[in-house]
Nanobody, 119 residues
Framework: QVQVVESGGGLVQPGGSLRLSCVAS????????MYWYRQSPGKERELVAS???????DYADSVKGRFAISRDNAKKTVHLQMNSLKAEDTAVYYC?????????????WGQGTQVTVSS
């Protein structure tokens, strides 16, 4: 069974920073591309950043230059460093990991972690 768990959310003032982490666990699995999404009340879930197994990254225009995604393949972990946070970054942040297990590639969501940017 594959589990994806996020951590690191919280309350931060505008201009501040937070670092989110996401770890995938389970037996005999290989992690493929990993993603961070976010969802604000009344809005659709949107893609924030992605990172492939070889470290190629992509970002939403709204976070380019402020957020950085990284991964540790040995620890099956992905991080999202968020700097210069704005009120509009307030959302629940979700990690999605594509996992190869038993010869199948499937996507698994975490439960989300709340990020609130407010003074």
């Amino acid at each position: 069974q594959v589990q994806v768990v996020e951590s690191g959310g919280g309350l931060v003032q505008p201009g501040g920073s937070l670092r989110l982490s996401c770890v995938a666990s389970g037996s005999d699995l290989s992690i493929n591309t990993m993603y961070w999404y976010r969802q604000s009340p009344g809005k659709e879930r949107e893609l924030v950043a992605s990172i492939t197994t070889i470290g190629s990254t992509d970002y939403a225009d709204s976070v380019k230059g402020r957020f950085a995604i990284s991964r540790d393949n040995a620890k099956k972990t992905v991080h999202l460093q968020m700097n210069s946070l704005k009120a509009e970054d307030t959302a629940v942040y979700y990690c999605k990991a594509y996992v190869i297990a038993g010869g199948r590639l499937d996507g698994y969501w975490g439960q989300g972690t709340q990020v609130t940017v407010s003074s």
